[in-house]
């Protein structure tokens, strides 16, 4: 048996006589070696067909914004309707926008005869390329108000995100002719358009929980007044205003509003 015991080998070109493959270079030590051009952070590795080259990670979600008055509470009685201009994140390439318009209000009287709900805001929801733009204005729908005794409760306000989508507001209850609860919004130019749910007319008192959803909420019904529970018939979120038994009177006013609408942006890379 022969033996070849060397030091240092130095190696300018090997020939491999098998299938005449010539390695001009030694293997790559690390990745960076496989690579054309220089990673940065957020960036993966692909294949573009013919290198390994670093790419920019896409799809990846960066924050989001809520706009809305509402606050969270099961009680929150906010109706107020806001406007403003979203700006566009470092980073950002695409963004995911819910806009939900806001709930119409309740017809309530002062008898348990007969009561109306509100409509729900309607909902579009959308995937936006926003590499051209950097800012789009913003607007989320008021909560209708009720009425009492007489008339339609106030329709909720108009929500959109720019040009992008528009979500309307559901209609007010009415209790006298044409006897019906509101009609829910009506959603344009999303991706997916989300129309708001319908709300229902009693004609007795033995109906309850008369209001329109939203995408997001729907207004409870309280029978008896007990520690202002009846705050529960208050619409947030888009949902339409409602009542319970008690709602004809005294103890449910100032508790049958439509909610407000809102309007929420994914930011993504």
């Known amino acids: 048996m022969s033996q070849l015991n060397v030091g240092t080998l130095n190696v300018g070109t090997t020939q491999f006589t098998g299938d005449s493959t ?31 080259v670093p790419t920019a990670m896409g799809g990846r979600l960066l924050g989001m914004n809520v706009y809305t ?101 559901g209609q007010g209850g009415q209790s006298d002719n044409p006897h019906q609860g509101g009609p829910g919004g009506n959603a344009s130019g999303g991706d997916i358009n989300l129309p708001g749910g319908g709300g229902e007319m009693s004609h007795s008192s033995n109906n309850e929980g008369v209001a329109g959803s939203s995408f997001w909420h729907k207004a409870g019904s309280s029978h008896h007044y007990y520690n202002n529970q009846e705050e529960i018939t208050h619409g ?21 509003n439509g909610g407000a609408g809102v309007v929420i942006v994914y930011n993504y890379s």
């Open 236 to 256: 947030q979120w888009g949902s339409g205003g409602g009542h319970g038994y008690y709602s004809q009177n005294s103890h449910a006013y100032n508790n049958s």
């Open 69 to 169: 008055s509402q606050n969270g509470t099961w009680n929150s009685k906010t109706t107020a309707g806001g406007s403003g201009t979203w700006t566009k994140p470092s980073g950002c390439s695409n963004v995911l926008v819910y806009v939900t318009g806001g709930g119409g209000g309740a017809r309530i009287n002062d008898n348990n005869y007969r009561g109306a709900g509100g409509g729900g805001g309607a909902t579009a929801i959308k995937w936006i390329d926003v590499s051209g733009v950097s800012t789009v204005s913003y607007t989320y729908g008021n909560g209708g108000a009720y009425v009492r005794n007489g008339g339609r409760a106030a329709s909720g306000g108009t929500s959109s995100f720019g040009s992008y989508c528009t979500a309307t507001g």
């Open 22 to 52: 010539t390695l001009n270079t030694a293997p790559a030590s690390d990745l960076s070696g496989f690579l054309t051009g220089t990673p940065s952070a957020n960036h993966s590795i692909m294949w573009n067909g013919s290198a390994w």
